[in-house]
DNA sequence: AATGACTATTTATATAGACATAAATGCCAT
DNA sequence: ATGGCATTTATGTCTATATAAATAGTCATT
């Protein structure tokens, strides 16, 4: 049990808040000494105090309010991170070989859905690209992707027969905000054959939305190979 | 575009510094300057400086080695975080009703698997449970749970008909660790007559296990309602 | 060519003090 | 009681400065 002495490090006194809290010595919706008080007690700065309790609290352990103090919560841990990664990273990450195929490119006006979705004019032409990433040739991902060339004009011009559309507007168009969700779908006949599964079977599936400074870019829904999971610790 | 001025915060700077990012003053892979030097063009302190940098690379934004420098990554491996609400906090946040339902509960031998998974040893007595919970009475979350006395004896004197384990656990044992983890699965014919659907359907999973100290505490699935996503912006 | 010691630079963190800002609280007038 | 105002107090942030730790780069040595 870390004990509180002199010359504690703001990570000494995260771990001593911490330790307390699993201890119940600050139970749950109780609230702790002021950052003055805390500073005295660990012969440390109010500076150096705070940022232990900020962080903490960025953590998800704690609730801080001017003048109401610092709180512990009841349901520690709230948040959760998940790295985003690119599916060449993942892949190769573990050891393994990317491969990337171009399924199908488009020049089309988008479909009512997606122009309610991403909030662009009916009819406006966008590039429709079908793609799937193999790993060791084994199919890992199929990814449908739409893109509104309207703030990235030279996206119809790009070359997607070797570069996936993710690589390419990673370098191209750094995005400002992003909407990602999962669920589970259900195969159909397509997403199967490209997965090399039946029809009807469950597939985790990522939905992503990105924007350049208000203006929509990019819409994917990435359908990940049977047996997918996302994972973290914390 | 912001632009640097005397006393800016050191949100300011995170901005600034995102805003030459996007538009390519500071590329991918380059180095930007140093922290003293960034300080003096933003008539600000390196300690101000400082903390908007190292946000900015805890969002993923900026890589940071001590005589190295900062620099630019080149794929934004940003990290989305997550809130794991408790079921109830999820459900009451949206302005519905929330009600908990316990299915069934047994003491038996850990099953083969899940001393494997947990890492306990084999035929130790488990507590496992399964619950529904609704919103508004249509039903939201399948649970089946199993948790280890051995850390907390009294778990097997609770009473679970009217508080859900989740909400239990929480009050009671505080977990150092936590793997979270989302997958598609197949509702068998038990699931989908709870979620009230069709048994083949896909549905979004989440299975989480957690420890105190080392010591296995509980194993959760968690079945979503079809139509389930979850949701982040960033 | 490889190894090891040294140095300069950069980030990491701590201290001390000041002012800013939000919000809980109590007091006062109604 | 009730609404509004002033007070108080805890956190939020900035400045200024100092020291520590890591390490890229250099140069000498093997």
Same mark, same amino acid.
């Given at each position: 049990?870390?004990?509180?002495?002199?010359?504690?490090?703001?990570?000494?006194?995260?771990? !001593? !808040?911490?330790?307390?809290?699993?201890?119940?010595?600050?139970?749950?919706?109780?609230?702790?000494?002021?950052?003055?008080?805390?500073?005295?007690?660990?012969?440390?700065?109010?500076?150096?105090?705070?940022?232990?309790?900020?962080?903490?609290?960025?953590?998800?352990?704690?609730?801080?309010?001017?003048?109401?103090?610092?709180?512990?919560?009841?349901?520690?841990?709230?948040?959760?991170?998940?790295?985003?990664?690119?599916?060449?990273?993942?892949?190769?990450?573990?050891?393994?070989?990317?491969?990337?195929?171009? !399924?199908?490119?488009?020049?089309?006006?988008?479909?009512?859905?997606?122009?309610?979705?991403?909030?662009?004019?009916?009819?406006?032409?966008?590039?429709?690209?079908?793609?799937?990433?193999?790993?060791?040739?084994?199919?890992?991902?199929?990814?449908?992707?739409?893109?509104?060339?309207?703030?990235?004009?030279?996206?119809?011009?790009?070359?997607?027969?070797?570069?996936?559309?993710?690589?390419?507007?990673?370098?191209?168009?750094?995005?400002?905000?992003?909407?990602?969700?999962?669920?589970?779908?259900?195969?159909?006949?397509?997403?199967?054959?490209?997965?090399?599964?039946?029809?009807?079977?469950?597939?985790?599936?990522?939905?992503?939305?990105?924007?350049?400074?208000?203006?929509?870019?990019?819409?994917?829904?990435?359908?990940?190979?049977?047996?997918?999971?996302?994972?973290?610790?914390?």
């Amino acid at each position: 049990m870390a004990a509180p002495r002199a010359n504690m490090s703001y990570r000494d006194i995260k771990q !001593v !808040v911490l330790d307390r809290i699993h201890n119940k010595i600050w139970a749950p919706d109780s609230l702790l000494p002021s950052e003055t008080d805390l500073a005295e007690e660990f012969s440390s700065t109010r500076t150096t105090v705070n940022r232990a309790l900020r962080e903490l609290a960025e953590e998800g352990y704690l609730e801080r309010k001017r003048k109401a103090g610092t709180r512990v919560l009841n349901a520690p841990a709230r948040k959760a991170q998940f790295a985003i990664p690119l599916v060449r990273d993942e892949i190769t990450e573990t050891g393994s070989e990317y491969r990337y195929a171009l !399924v199908e490119r488009n020049v089309l006006p988008a479909p009512h859905w997606l122009s309610a979705r991403m909030n662009i004019p009916q009819g406006r032409d966008v590039l429709h690209l079908r793609c799937m990433h193999y790993t060791d040739n084994a199919p890992f991902q199929y990814e449908v992707r739409w893109i509104v060339p309207d703030s990235i004009p030279e996206v119809l011009d790009a070359d997607f027969s070797s570069v996936g559309p993710n690589d390419w507007l990673v370098q191209k168009v750094p995005f400002t905000n992003l909407e990602l969700s999962f669920l589970a779908t259900k195969a159909d006949q397509t997403v199967a054959e490209f997965l090399d599964t039946q029809a009807g079977e469950p597939i985790f599936t990522a939905e992503r939305i990105t924007w350049l400074r208000g203006q929509p870019v990019t819409l994917a829904k990435l359908f990940f190979a049977p047996g997918y999971r996302m994972t973290t610790h914390l």
